[in-house]
C-alpha cells in the first residue's frame, strides 16, 4: 500500500536531482564539484528506487496481473 506513493516521491526526486545537476553544470561550468555531488544523490535515489520496485514486486505489491491469466477478470 505505500510502496507506489513512495515510489511516485523517489521518481520525482530522481527528476529534480537531474534538473539541479544541470543547473550545476552550466552554472559552475566545472569551477565546483556540485555536479559531481549531484550525480552521487542522484545514483542513490536511483538504487533506492530499484530496491523498492524490487521489493514490491517480490512481495506482490506492484505488478499487473497478466491477461491470459484465468484467475483474473473472473469473480
Same mark, same amino acid.
Given at each position: 500500500m505505500w510502496i507506489?506513493?513512495?515510489?511516485i516521491v523517489l521518481l520525482?526526486?530522481?527528476i529534480i536531482s537531474l534538473f539541479s545537476g544541470l543547473i550545476f553544470f552550466i552554472k559552475?561550468? /566545472? *569551477?565546483t564539484?556540485?555536479?559531481f555531488h549531484s550525480l552521487g544523490v542522484r545514483l542513490t535515489i536511483a538504487v533506492l528506487l530499484f530496491a523498492v520496485?524490487?521489493? /514490491?514486486l517480490y512481495t506482490?505489491?506492484? /505488478?499487473?496481473?497478466?491477461?491470459w491469466d484465468p *484467475?483474473? /477478470?473472473r469473480g
Open positions: 507506489k506513493p513512495l515510489v520525482i526526486a530522481l559552475d561550468q /566545472g *569551477s564539484r556540485r555536479t520496485t524490487a521489493y /514490491g506482490g505489491d506492484l /505488478g499487473n496481473p497478466v491477461p *484467475s483474473v /477478470g
